[in-house]
């Protein structure tokens, strides 16, 4: 099955273990839609051109997704599935792997994935909504800019949790080129303003701040990176089985050190994420509102 001409991979990390939420998040149903929110996006995707998807999966919900999901897909649409294993490490590492439960985070999941992606692709979670016109957006940057990687941001105001403080990366821009990405922790609204917390201190943010929520455009280039830095990180923190290698890390570090270029599109629709079961009905209504 071929792909569409300069349409690129849809990549979904959906391998994490949901810790927060009670379970695999990944396959939860929202009531009323009686789908994933991962299949929803894909069906974005899809309308937008996209042809061949890779769902980063870990092994507890295989069967769950090849008997129940991939036969609610597009017939048109293929999919690859890969297991994101914490033995999946280079082999004078092993020994370290055997330590580990949880998995070694996005850049790792990502570079499972790695096989299977040739050209550009869209790399999202699987348990978060982005919009339809995100992927627009996206198709449309690769088609002009083959070989410079993007992100759809999402104004930070839009992102907030109504349960408690969330941490959020905030976008550093020049023009609309991603500069760096900072890490603010529990971001809450309160009576007037915005205000989270960096480096122990709280400061006052823009609700129209660009929040990162892992909506990236990635390029082949990238992947070489990855594993040069995950080979870094293991030998970095040999001695600590709990630490994660994030992908937002790995793609800032190339933007500085490698100077490549990464444009920031402001998201036309609402960002809509899920971390506890309580959220999932509210969140299915507001999806359903959207679409």
Not at 5 to 28: C, E, H, M, W, Y
Not at 174 to 196: D, F, H, M, P, T
Not at 206 to 235: D, H, I, K, Q, Y
Not at 248 to 263: A, F, G, Q, W, Y
Request: charged share 20%.
């Amino acid at each position: 099955m071929q792909q569409l001409v300069d349409a690129p991979t849809l990549v979904i990390l959906a391998a994490g273990l949901g810790s927060r939420f009670g379970g695999n998040k990944q396959i939860a149903l929202l009531p009323g839609i009686e789908r994933t929110i991962m299949e929803l996006s894909i069906e974005d995707a899809f309308a937008a051109g996209v042809r061949r998807t890779v769902l980063v999966i870990n092994a507890h919900i295989r069967q769950t997704i090849e008997q129940q999901i991939l036969p609610r897909l597009p017939k048109e649409l293929e999919v690859i599935l890969v297991e994101q294993r914490v033995s999946d490490v280079p082999e004078q590492f092993i020994e370290l792997a055997k330590q580990r439960e949880k998995p070694w985070g996005t850049g790792h999941a990502l570079l499972t994935a790695k096989p299977h992606i040739t050209g550009p692709a869209i790399v999202i979670t699987a348990d978060d909504y982005y919009g339809k016109q995100a992927y627009i957006q996206m198709v449309r940057h690769f088609q002009h800019y083959p070989h410079n990687m993007a992100m759809v941001a999402y104004a930070l105001a839009d992102t907030l949790s109504s349960l408690g403080g969330v941490n959020r990366g905030i976008c550093q821009l020049q023009g609309n080129r991603l500069v760096a990405v900072k890490e603010y922790k529990n971001i809450q609204k309160s009576e007037r303003e915005i205000v989270g917390e960096l480096d122990s201190n709280v400061h006052i943010l823009p609700g129209t701040a660009l929040a990162s929520m892992t909506f990236w455009g990635v390029t082949e280039a990238l992947f070489a990176e990855l594993e040069c830095g995950f080979n870094e990180f293991l030998r970095t923190y040999d001695s600590d089985v709990k630490k994660e290698y994030y992908l937002p890390n790995c793609i800032e570090r190339c933007i500085v050190s490698k100077h490549m270029d990464l444009t920031v599109y402001s998201a036309e629709d609402h960002w809509y994420g899920v971390t506890f079961k309580e959220e999932l009905a509210a969140v299915a209504g507001k999806i359903n509102e959207q679409r």
